[in-house]
């Protein structure tokens, strides 16, 4: 249903641009969230939220002002634009219908090292 890429591993401060490749028109009429879980736990941390048309957006305090949501739904493709990252935002980031996982694919590894 959806299909994450783009993590990689990157330095302190560095920047990645995650998608999420919807395989079917409905997904655009989902809110769409970025998730994310950090390898050894099992919750699942809400990082950012998306409306159909763009709006509204919404973020974790630990990732507003560094992180930026957008979809294209010409594409069927959301982003997840990620600057000046942090070690605490290594985690393997999934894109959903629901904070809970709902419709996530495989998820995409972020490792924020140096």
């Known amino acids: 249903p959806l299909a994450e890429s783009g993590g990689d591993l990157v330095q302190p401060g560095g920047s990645l641009l995650l998608s999420c490749q919807a395989s079917?028109?409905?997904?655009?009429?989902?809110?769409i969230f970025w998730i994310r879980q950090v390898p050894g736990k099992g919750r699942l941390e809400w990082v950012a939220t998306i409306g159909m048309d763009g709006s509204p957006t919404d973020y974790a305090d630990s990732v507003k002002g560094r992180f930026t949501i957008s979809r294209d739904n010409a594409k069927k493709v959301i982003f997840l634009q990620m600057n000046n990252l942090k070690s605490e935002d290594t985690a393997r980031y999934y894109c959903a219908t629901s904070t809970d996982g709902q419709n996530r694919g495989q998820g995409t590894q972020v490792t924020v090292s140096s």
């Open positions: 079917e028109w409905r997904f655009n009429y989902y809110h």
